[in-house]
């Protein structure tokens, strides 16, 4: 797992795209689509020497005019103080020290994290050419010679990277423990729910380091067991949420999920369903981590005998490509129903973690083809000849037929929904492997 951030920042075209496809071994442009959730990824998993960071590319400053350009990068650059242990800042061989440069390198250099200098496009094998050493005048120290193009001086690159990040730390026995992420976006009150947590009938809660620079893991033991919450506060702006911000909310949320095991998806009463609702929410179900809607805020709502069903439809109807997860209304400020999402949180953990026999599998499988024959297609016929259970968390299923090109989405849903109805599976997304037997074909 990814634990600690490192950002690459610059002015446009000097290639921090690149640079970033090159370390992470990805394409240009990444999509994810997830049903009801598409976003594009600014971030990516990079290893080297054993060791894990993920890598955040900064790119996207399109200004529209020269008067505007600083402005930009010092919001762009602050963005990454904020977010990262390691900031790599790009600059451009061809193009040698311009004035942008030297206000982003000065704005680094007083936010005391460790800045490597890059310069970019030094695309010829052997000693740099002349340009290269203009760029100690930033202040920066020894810059490291790099082409994004070809490769040349990444593995310098990385090896600068590891030696500014901290070892990752494991919380001890923490088998025990229920991890929860407490995810959303900016200002729904993520931090106001650990705090009402921490308060709650207290035995045990202790902070230990967590692996994002300005958050701690909150270790817990109550009467409803023992659980590590996961706080994924940082970026919280009350004015207008501006692209980048939401993209640097997500990339906290996804590593903070990576390490949980059920996901609380705070959603602000005050204001309903936004697309970056959607966005975090996506991260959990992409991951196959157990699901909690909690909508913050209910006592700031004012209420009618009907206002929490037609708040639960229209959730309902939003988080259509999670409808497996449950609805708890809550006021972190209050207090109110935190003992019931410490209740959610366990059954959604074990349900998480459910294993069913292959044996039960096999007798809901003729139950439900009996009840609704497989599909077919110029006379052949879709046959199941078994499912079993491959894995948990998420429950993964393996079902072998004889013409996986039959086994159609929508008889895929059939089946999942039978499954759920008989064995629960509230909570928790669940994955279908169709495997198919070639000589089986009919």
Not at 131 to 148: C, H, K, Q, R, W
Not at 169 to 178: A, F, G, L, Q, T
Not at 392 to 408: G, K, Q, S, Y
């Amino acid at each position: 797992m990814a634990g600690n951030v490192v950002a690459i920042v610059g002015r446009p075209n000097v290639g921090k795209s690149t640079l970033f496809n090159k370390l992470t071994g990805s394409r240009l442009s990444i999509v994810d689509d997830t049903p009801g959730v598409t976003r594009d990824r600014i971030y990516g998993d990079c290893e080297w020497l054993n060791r894990h960071f993920m890598l955040v590319d900064t790119g996207g400053i399109e200004p529209k005019s020269d008067d505007i350009i600083l402005s930009q990068m010092k919001r762009q650059a602050q963005l990454a103080i904020d977010s990262a242990e390691v900031i790599v800042l790009v600059t451009d061989v061809r193009s040698g020290v311009v004035a942008t440069d030297k206000e982003v390198a000065a704005m680094l250099q007083k936010s005391g994290k460790p800045v490597i200098l890059c310069v970019n496009k030094c695309d010829s094998v052997g000693e740099p050419p002349l340009e290269y050493y203009e760029f100690y005048n930033l202040g920066l120290g020894d810059p490291i010679a790099v082409s994004s193009v070809h490769g040349h001086g990444t593995g310098d690159l990385l090896d600068e990277i590891l030696k500014y990040l901290p070892e990752e730390e494991e919380v001890e026995n923490d088998d025990e423990y229920i991890k929860v992420a407490v995810i959303g976006k900016p200002n729904v009150g993520k931090s106001s729910l650990v705090n009402a947590v921490l308060g709650e009938d207290r035995m045990i809660v202790s902070n230990i380091a967590g692996t994002t620079r300005d958050a701690t893991d909150s270790i817990v033991e109550n009467s409803h067991g023992k659980f590590i919450f996961i706080d994924t506060a940082g970026l919280r702006r009350k004015s207008k949420v501006y692209d980048q911000i939401e993209k640097y909310s997500v990339i906290r949320a996804r590593m903070a999920v990576e390490r949980a095991q059920v996901c609380v998806i705070m959603i602000d009463a005050t204001e309903g369903f936004t697309e970056q609702d959607s966005k975090v929410a996506g991260i959990a179900h992409e991951l196959g981590k157990g699901c909690i809607i909690a909508v913050n805020k209910w006592d700031a709502i004012e209420k009618t005998g009907k206002t929490m069903d037609e708040f639960r439809k229209k959730l309902m109807i939003d988080f259509s490509f999670m409808n497996y997860a449950p609805i708890i209304f809550i006021s972190a400020k209050e207090k109110i129903r935190i003992d019931r999402l410490f209740e959610l949180i366990k059954f959604v953990d074990t349900q998480n973690a459910m294993r069913i026999s292959t044996g039960r599998l096999n007798e809901l499988l003729a139950d439900a083809t009996a009840r609704v024959q497989p599909p077919s297609d110029k006379g052949r016929r879709l046959k199941i000849f078994y499912m079993t259970q491959a894995s948990t968390r998420p429950p993964t299923f393996v079902c072998f037929v004889n013409r996986a090109d039959l086994f159609h989405y929508s008889y895929q849903r059939y089946i999942d929904n039978q499954i759920r109805e008989v064995f629960g599976l509230e909570g928790t997304p669940t994955k279908m492997i169709i495997r198919e037997r070639e000589s089986n074909k009919t």
